[in-house]
């Protein structure tokens, strides 16, 4: 039976709908492109300081990534952080884990403080080793995390495994217990109900389509009017498009895809992930699973192109047999539900931060964008609030476009890079 394209975490919430579309008012003090976790929670953080922030988003709040996504809700950055280190040096590198480490602490607060029916529990993330080789390199993470940050984790050797992950195909695995997990419809649905509660307006089908700067102010015009504010926020995404073209040519939208089998059953589930981890693999064509009431959700980078029809409906057959690898348990499931979402990656793979053209932003998040979104939206709304973005953790270092300026906008490499992430996934 083909598998239904929708997203499944969408039938266990009522998603905002655009059937009474809020009237866009005429000024504001911050406009706020983009409703998903950057802009809501922005937005939330401003409206509580009496600012009047006005959310404006192209479809239905919540409809990007933040209702699509796996609800990983994890420690770290995509750069592992001896890359991080190598690279930025000690002082960054050690306040950027911090950061990490309060987006879980922000996430979990935001849930509770709200009231947020989302399932959020720490129920720790496991990496695997799909390779001898990658499980030395996760003994050898695990001592430089509890040198350099102080952060214990746990290595499981290819006999202790079983513990945790109910499949022979891997050489072992890390055990990090910080990080936790959530349905992120309900998440992104209880974050925009918390974002109006505090004050800030909500518009959907406001696609901003001109952005212009005059006398102090800024003027945008979307889909359903016009307005104009002191201040404005990208909070875009891999969705970030034209009207923002300096952002635009320095994010690479990504496409990533999940399905969900059938409802298992509870001795199925309690032998394929015991604990209930986040987990995912060491390859650069990397899969992430975890389990919601009972169905396994396993995603993956099964086509690097965003999502459309096409490749969501490869990207379904692609995905289960990658799962039956893992899981041969799983050979008999269904597979109920695909879909796919963007993604958005900077060149050097780093969450970005700061100010262009007198706008602000904040984008870049590369697949960790549940614990990062909620948590950059709130910290440069607060940066906002004290005029003074340069001090941001994620704006301490230069936000690199494509080399030689060979990227407009439309990313015609990714047939390219997905081949040498294969070749990669081959030689290391
Ligand atoms: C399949 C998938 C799995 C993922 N899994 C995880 C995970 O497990 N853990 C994790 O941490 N991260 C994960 N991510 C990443 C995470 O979902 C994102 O980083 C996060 O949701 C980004 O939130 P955001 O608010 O910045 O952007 P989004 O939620 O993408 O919102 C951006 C919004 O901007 C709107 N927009 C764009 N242009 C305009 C315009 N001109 N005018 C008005 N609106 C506009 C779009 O319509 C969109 O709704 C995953 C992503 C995908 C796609």
């Known amino acids: 039976m083909t598998p239904t394209q929708r997203i499944y975490w969408h039938t266990t919430v009522q998603m905002p709908d655009d059937l009474k579309l809020m009237p866009l008012p005429e000024k504001v003090d911050v406009a706020i492109i983009g409703g998903g976790y950057t802009g809501l929670s922005a937005a939330r953080t401003l409206a509580k300081q009496g600012v009047k922030a006005a959310v404006l988003e192209t479809n239905t ?22 890359t991080v280190m190598k690279k930025y040096g000690r002082d960054i590198a050690k306040r950027l884990f911090q950061y990490s480490l309060e987006a879980i602490d922000t996430v979990e607060q935001i849930v509770k403080e709200e009231n947020i029916d989302c399932g959020f529990q720490r129920y720790g993330h496991v990496l695997t080793a799909n390779k001898p080789k990658h499980f030395e390199a996760l003994k050898n993470d695990i001592e430089f995390m509890e040198k350099e940050f102080n952060h214990k984790l746990c290595l499981l050797s290819r006999e202790e495994q079983g513990a945790e992950i109910g499949s022979d195909l891997y050489y072992g695995a890390l055990v990090d217990e910080c990080s936790g997990g959530l349905n992120p419809a309900q998440y992104v649905v209880g974050l925009a109900g918390a974002a109006e509660r505090a004050g800030a307006t909500l518009h959907a089908r406001a696609r901003v389509n001109r952005l212009e700067s005059k006398e102090n102010r800024f003027f945008l015009e979307t889909e359903r009017g016009s307005l104009n504010a002191e201040s404005v926020l990208v909070a875009t995404s891999g969705y970030t498009g034209n009207v923002t073209k300096n952002l635009q040519k320095k994010v690479i939208p990504i496409g990533s895809f999940i399905i969900a089998t059938e409802k298992l059953s509870d001795a199925l589930v309690n032998k394929l992930i015991p604990n209930g981890r986040m987990i995912f693999d060491s390859m650069h064509y990397l899969n992430y699973y975890r389990l919601w009431d009972n169905r396994m959700i396993f995603g993956g980078r099964a086509a690097f192109f965003p999502e459309t029809s096409k490749t969501i409906q490869r990207s379904a057959e692609i995905l ?37 053209d007198g706008i602000y932003y904040s984008l870049g998040y590369a697949g960790h964008g549940v614990a990062m979104a909620t948590y950059t939206g709130k910290t440069v709304a607060e940066a906002m609030l004290k005029g003074n973005i340069s001090d941001h953790p994620f704006a301490s270092f230069s936000f690199p476009g494509a080399p030689l300026g060979l990227y407009n906008g439309f990313p015609w490499f990714l047939p390219f890079a997905g081949a040498w992430h294969k070749i990669l996934d081959w030689i290391e």
Do not use: C
Not at 61 to 82: D, E, F, H, P, Y
């Open 320 to 356: 289960r047999q990658e799962m039956i690898e893992v899981y041969p348990l799983l050979k008999d499931a269904r597979i109920e539900y695909v879909w796919g979402g963007t993604l958005d990656f900077a060149f050097d793979m780093m969450t970005h931060v700061g100010k262009t």
């Open 61 to 82: 709040i919540g409809w990007g990534a933040s209702s699509r996504n796996a609800g990983m809700v994890l420690t770290g950055l995509k750069l592992g952080m001896q």
